[in-house]
């Protein structure tokens, strides 16, 4: 099964999980959710690269960390992003993130997220051996 993102309901915000063999990769993948809360994340073109780091003492506060990183990103730099490449080692995450300028005309963004939450945070490992991280961001 390759990685992937899903949304999930939830009353008010948005429900972001990313899947994934390594821990990683479903860190990666809930990041590529967070952009499809906004726009079709295949309109953002990965041209340009940011580097985020950040640290946590916790799986669950990492990703939460993470989130709220690249959500200042994309605010700060007014850009989206499509492309990421998470490496964790001891509660530090290190990532690079690849997209472009927010074209409202192409990207057609629908909301503008507002940062992840602590509401159903969690990071675990499922019995089958993937990783599942998950939480819900503010809109």
């Not at 999930?8 to 972001?16: Q, T």
């Amino acid at each position: 099964m390759t990685a992937r993102w899903e949304h999930f309901s939830h009353l008010a915000d948005v429900g972001v999980r990313g899947v994934g063999d390594s821990k990683a990769a479903a860190f990666e993948q809930a990041a590529l959710a967070v952009t499809a809360a906004v726009c079709d994340p295949q309109t953002v073109l990965p041209r340009a690269a940011v580097d985020i780091r950040c640290r946590a003492p916790d799986d669950e506060l990492l990703l939460a960390a993470w989130l709220n990183a690249l959500v200042y990103e994309m605010a700060t730099r007014r850009m989206l992003f499509s492309r990421f490449e998470v490496s964790i080692d001891d509660g530090a995450l290190q990532a690079r993130a690849w997209g472009e300028p927010v074209d409202a005309a192409r990207h057609q963004p629908a909301v503008e997220v507002k940062g992840a939450t602590l509401t159903e945070l969690s990071v675990r490992r499922s019995p089958g051996g993937r990783w599942l991280a998950q939480c819900v961001v503010d809109v």
